[in-house]
């Protein structure tokens, strides 16, 4: 996974996939990102009740699929995604949603091609993820998910790894974690993929040591955090700056020239073209 800061703009992370233009965390987003042109993407493992890895966000899978309407799937209720079996989870559509509600407007726009051909689409396992990645040379962030106090907190991170390394790909992932003793433990088993430490809201003391304690390669702030003497104190010291969730072009080129690394954002179709236009 390099770091590589092109010349005069920040690397391009399509956020979940590129949300803003198909269903988030299925393999629809990672192609739309792809397709946008973004260097990478990022995405949210959950373990399921039988111990599987999925891509998903939220605890429950209402929002983003259709376990909730569909009359025959009541028994699923809550629809959590760590109380439900992998086979459970792969009879939901998780497309349909994004298509009927248009979340971003994007269909409307006509931003969205063959909007229809979303319906049905799984959420993925981490390993179709992976493979998606491999087999497309696109490079992927994978957040895990906290489980702290849920099913899966104490081999979580095992199972992540052991798959990035069943399918060769860590040179191709960057870890990341609000939950740092995750952090600690992929440091432990997998010197090797380089790990991204994610903070939101405040600051951990002495932000650049902390990183470095923790052998990290890249910070991951939530974007309101950065100031550029920060962004600065953190390229000095070997570590980059990945910052979410970036939507707002105005922002987009503060932080590019505060000399961020990447801006992980939801409309990656419309920062590529924007960045490459800007100088600097
Ligand atoms: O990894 C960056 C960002 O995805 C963290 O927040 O809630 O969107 O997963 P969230
Ligand atoms: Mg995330």
């Known amino acids: 996974f390099s770091f590589r800061t092109r010349e005069a703009w920040p ?5 979940r996939g590129a949300r803003s233009i198909a269903p988030e965390n299925t393999l629809a987003a990672a192609k739309a990102g792809l397709a946008a042109g973004a260097d990478f993407w990022e995405l949210d493992v959950q373990m399921t009740a039988d111990g599987e890895l999925v891509v998903h966000h939220d605890d429950e899978l209402t929002r983003t699929t259709d376990a909730a309407v569909r009359a025959e799937l009541t028994h699923l209720a809550p629809y959590r995604a760590d109380a439900l079996a992998l086979n459970e989870i792969r009879q939901l559509d998780a497309g349909s ?3 009927d509600r248009d979340p971003y407007g994007t269909i409307a726009t006509g931003e969205v091609e063959a909007p ?3 319906r049905g689409v799984h959420v993925p ?5 992976l493979i998606f990645s491999r087999d497309n040379a696109f490079p992927v962030n994978i957040e895990i998910k ?6 899966g907190d104490a081999t979580v991170t095992d199972k992540i790894i052991d798959c ?5 790909m860590p040179r191709m992932v960057l ?8 952090l600690r433990r992929a440091r432990e088993l997998a010197p090797e993929i380089p790990r991204g430490v994610l903070v939101e809201g405040s600051l951990p003391e002495a932000p650049v040591r902390y990183a470095a304690d923790l052998g990290a390669a890249a910070f991951h702030p939530d974007h309101t955090l950065l100031v550029p003497i ?3 104190a953190f390229r000095a010291a070997g570590i980059a700056v990945n910052t979410w969730t970036v939507n707002g072009e105005d922002r987009a080129e503060e932080l590019a020239a505060m000399g961020v690394n990447a801006l992980i954002t939801d409309w990656p179709q419309r920062f590529v073209p924007y960045l490459q236009g800007w100088e600097g």
């Open 175 to 182: 870890l990341s974690s609000f939950n740092h003793g995750y």
């Open 11 to 15: 690397l391009v992370c399509a956020h």
């Open 97 to 99: 949603w994004f298509v």
């Open 116 to 118: 229809d051909a979303l």
């Open 125 to 129: 396992t981490l390993r179709e993820a």
């Open 146 to 151: 906290d489980h702290a106090g849920r099913p």
């Open 230 to 232: 920060l962004v600065s």
């Open 164 to 168: 990035v390394r069943e399918l060769g």
